[in-house]
Each structure stands twice: as structure tokens, then as C-alpha cells.
């Protein structure tokens, strides 16, 4: 059994790291600077699209992509129910409304038909996520979005380097969100971006994050004015030039992440193929995950345990499991608000009952994959009916 623990995410910060954040701390700029603009550059050079507007966090950019695409009250946008909650809070922080759709069974994105039936004439927006890293099928989405005149937000927070078609997530949908957070393939401590093609949502985008005026305070001390003007309410969402500084050494290595992550999800799949009682992430044809999440499925009717006996059992031999996610409409403040009581969404529902994610990060050693399979194989067997 392993001596520590395991943890399920952890960044992975070398010397150039530091010294790239050192740097900014002897400049002139902690906060909107050079770097920022650097950041952006590369980030949009790296996943395929013409503009990248960095935020304070993924929830933070998210928030900026539902103003963008025009949500205000009244307005339903669709998404999915299998995620984190700050996927459908941004639409509630726009007054409008999150409205779920199932799905499917083996990627546990969001069903392409499910988002069809859920269409009305309010629907303003559909907001797909990369589940674990695993692209959303975005062709069949993107022709219902076009059908019905409607704007595409892909929650690609789990997704930086993965492709879907020979398209890179980031590049396909009108805005795709990106979140910083330390377990994520690039880590800044907090923070986000949004990417897009058009010229438009990237300004909108940049006044919102900037308390919404019209340019910004390094842009008017080079040209020497005082003047600016606040033309719609926005936030203070900005990303500090430290953070961007950090962003742009760790893109720097998102290559060799993003590859050590696709030589654990096979070591894993392989392992764990044919052990009783589990399903591992399935991966459909034309698409290259980015693996942010592992996350296996327990087949408790094959076991004499379910769910929570062998998460236990996992941690108890020093291995940092967790789960991803509780469907979000099961929540308190969903149920409460929305009415909802379960049975809604039966495939997210049947899933999150199953589901444990393990360990996955780009620094993890042989040995903590070892550990992991062991650990893993000892429980099923030990449990296996
Ligand atoms: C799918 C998804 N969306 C949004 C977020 C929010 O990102 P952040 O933590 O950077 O605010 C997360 C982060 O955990 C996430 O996993």
C-alpha cells in the first residue's frame, strides 16, 4: 500500500516556471501588462483561433462568454447536467436560464438529439463540456445551433490539446472556455480564457472582463490620455500579468503533458479492461481526448459493493479518488429553485452512481501509476461477486 496520498490532480511547476513569475515581480507590471498580451497570442496560436481573452478564472470566463453571447432574462440556454456547476451558473448570472439536456451513455457529453427535443423559441444558446477531457460532438450540435440562429459556448475546460475531427478544442465552436485551476494541463493558481474567430465577441469580451470601458490602463498611458468610457456594466475579471507569465512558460510544455496523460489513460484502459465490476472511459472514433479526468465506471450488480465501497477502499489504500460530477440539477440550490426531485436526466443520474475518477496529472511517476493499477485490481478482485 502507498505511503501518501495520491492526490486525484496536482500541477506540475519546474525552474522556468519560477522564473518566468519572477521576472514579472521585478517589472513594472503585476497586473495588466505585456504579458498578457503575450499570453493570449500564443494560448490563440495553440488551439487554432484568431483571438484569446484572458479572465480572472474559467467560471470568471465563462460568466464572459454568456454576456457575449447576448443572454439576458428570459433567455434558456441548454447544457448538460454532467459537469461542474459553474457551467450552467454563468447563464444564471446573466438572468436567463440553464436548461439540461441528457447524455450519452458512453462519452457522458451532451446528447446531440436530447439538445433538439430541448429546443424552444427562448433558447438563445447551447453550451456543450468536454467531459473528462473527451471532445463534445460538436458537428450535429453546431448544425442545430446554425437551424435555429443560436450562439455555441463549448465549456472545453477539461479539454486544452484535445481535437475532434481533426479540429483543435478551442478552434470549433463560436467561444470555447478554458480554466487555469491548478489540476487543469495548464495551471496559473486561478484562471481562464475565452477563445473565438470573431472580432466582435473577442471586444465585447474584453470590455466585460474590464468593468466594461472601452480600453485599458496600459493602452492609455502609452498614448498619454485620461480619458475612458464605461459602456456597459462589466466586472474586474482580468488575469494578472504574473498568471499570464506563469501561462505562457507552462504552454510552453503543454505537449509533453498532454502526452504523458495519453500514456497513463492507456496504461489504465489496459490494466483495467478485463478486471470484473468496472467500464473504463470509452473514446469514440476521430477524436483525441485531452484527459483531464480518468474516470472509471463501477458495475456494482457485478460486485458484492457499490460506488462507495470501493471509493473507500481506494482511499484507504492512499489512492485521492473523487468523483465528477453530481449532476448538477440535483443540487440544492437547483432543486430548490427549479423543482427538480431526480429521474430528470436518467443517463447522467445512472452515471454519477457508477462513477470514480482516479489519480491524472502530467507529473505522475511509473511508480504512482503502478500504484494506482495495483490499488485498483486489488479492490475489484477483493470485491468481485
Ligand atoms: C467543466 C468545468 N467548467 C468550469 C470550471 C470552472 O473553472 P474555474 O475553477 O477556473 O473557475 C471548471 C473547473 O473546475 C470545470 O471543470
Known sequence: ??????????????????????????????????????FE???????GAKY???FSSGTAALHGAAFAAGL????????????????ANCVLYQGATPVFADV??????LDPEKVGERITPRTRAIIPVD???HPADQDPILALAERHGLIVVEDACHALGAEYHGRRAGSIAHM?????????????????MVT??????AESLRRFRNHGISSDARQRQAEGQWYYEMVLLGFNYRLTDVACALGLSQLKKLGTNRARRREIAARYSAAFRDLPGVQVPSVRPNVNPAWHLYPIRVKSERLNADRAHVFRALRAENIGVNVHYIPVHLHPYYRDRFGYRGGEFPVAEAAYEQLISLPMFHGMTEEDVQDVITAVGKVLNHYCA
Open 52 to 54: 484569446a481573452v484572458s
Open 104 to 109: 450519452s451513455a458512453d462519452t457522458l457529453n
Open 196 to 201: 473565438t474567430d470573431r472580432a466582435d465577441l
Open 176 to 192: 470555447s472556455v478554458f480554466s487555469f485551476h491548478p489540476v487543469k494541463h495548464l495551471a496559473t493558481g486561478e484562471g481562464g
Open 72 to 87: 439576458k432574462p428570459g433567455d434558456e440556454a441548454i447544457t448538460t447536467p454532467m459537469t461542474f456547476a459553474a457551467t
Open 131 to 133: 467531459y473528462a477531457g
Open 41 to 47: 497570442e500564443a494560448f490563440a496560436a495553440r488551439v
Open 1 to 38: 500500500m502507498r505511503k501518501t496520498l495520491l492526490p486525484y490532480g496536482r500541477q506540475s511547476i519546474d525552474e522556468d516556471d519560477v522564473q518566468a513569475v519572477v521576472d514579472v515581480l521585478r517589472s513594472d507590471w503585476l497586473t495588466t501588462g505585456p504579458k498578457v498580451g503575450e
